[in-house]
Nanobody, 123 residues
Framework: QVQIVESGGGLVQPGGSLKLSCAAS????????MAWYRQAPGKQRELVAS???????KYSGSVKGRATISRDNTKHTVTLEMNSLDPEDTAVYYC?????????????????WGQGIQVTVSS
């Protein structure tokens, strides 16, 4: 069973920066899309940023220019770096993966989510 494990986050001061990391394992050959979503209290989960295996990226308007998503396709990891953080960035951040090909070259139709990691922007 594929697992998605996130790390990073925590308490950040307004104007500060954060780095979130996520790793998918085990037995993975490749992943088509990896992304970060977030969900603030009382709000729907929203896409923050995504990146395909080929490197195509997409950012939400609220973080564009402040966020950078990057992947290591060999390690099946994705990182989100954000700066100029605002209290409105406070949310639980989730790592997401879809379009997996397993180590035995089997297509996995499932979507995978991490458990989420809290980011709080506050002074």
């Amino acid at each position: 069973q594929v697992q998605i494990v996130e790390s990073g986050g925590g308490l950040v001061q307004p104007g500060g920066s954060l780095k979130l990391s996520c790793a998918a394992s085990p037995n993975i050959f490749s992943i088509y899309l990896m992304a970060w979503y977030r969900q603030a209290p009382g709000k729907q989960r929203e896409l923050v940023a995504s990146q395909t295996k080929a490197g195509t990226t997409k950012y939400s308007g609220s973080v564009k220019g402040r966020a950078t998503i990057s992947r290591d396709n060999t390690k099946h990891t994705v990182t989100l770096e954000m700066n100029s953080l605002d209290p409105e960035d406070t949310a639980v951040y989730y790592c997401y993966a879809e379009g997996l090909i397993t180590a035995d070259r089997t297509w996995d139709e499932a979507d995978y989510w991490g458990q989420g990691i809290q980011v709080t922007v506050s002074s």
